[in-house]
């Protein structure tokens, strides 16, 4: 960007966090989202008389980002400390899931928060809706969608049916779960049969 007083570079970083923030946003597709945004002040702010250049440092933490901004006439660089605040409609625990429990729709509702991750929240019932916890979640607590799993279909040691299909032939034979099966999982089986 072309900015040469400290006012517009400020004011150009704090745009480069905001859409960075609201890049990430879109991609959670989280609901109802607002984003503040605070640049920290700099001890010696410098003029750019020809054209600055921002990029990102580190943007893992919402709270604590950093950016770097370049001037090219006369030559400089600085170090911004932006600190993000988001907040949206994400799913909480209405009530408490014991953990191995599938959470059913009715378990959880929506409610507007401050997120610290956008990783660890969901807007997205279907990110959750079916799901084991692998945790137990109490009232109120932000479902975290890595911690729930496809539910348990078959334990360990159950019958289950082998099929095999090859050029229009298909053959099913009883055999033996050797691990503990979930939903979209491929696991290894005994055939029982032969």
Do not use: Y
């Amino acid at each position: 960007c072309a900015a040469d007083t400290p006012a517009e570079i400020h004011a150009a970083v704090e745009r480069a966090a905001r859409n960075h923030l609201v890049d990430l946003i879109a991609t959670a597709a989280l609901r109802k989202p607002s984003v503040q945004i605070e640049v920290l002040p700099q001890e010696a702010a410098k003029p750019c008389s020809g054209t600055s250049q921002i990029d990102s440092l580190d943007t893992k933490s919402i709270t604590r980002m950093r950016f770097v901004v370049t001037c090219d006439e006369p030559q400089w660089q600085s170090e911004f400390i932006v600190r993000g605040k988001v907040r949206a409609e994400i799913f909480v625990a209405a009530s408490d899931v014991r953990a191995g429990t599938a959470v059913e729709e009715s378990a959880v509702e929506l409610e507007l928060r401050e997120i610290p991750s956008l990783s660890h929240v969901t807007s997205n019932i279907e990110d959750i809706a079916g799901k084991s916890s692998r945790r137990a979640l109490r009232r109120g607590h932000a479902i975290n969608p890595r911690h729930l799993s496809e539910p348990v279909v078959f334990k360990r040691g159950a019958r289950v049916n082998i099929v095999a299909r090859n050029a229009g032939v298909q053959v099913t034979v009883t055999g033996e779960a050797l691990e503990t099966g979930r939903r979209g999982e491929i696991i290894r089986v005994r055939n029982q049969t032969n």
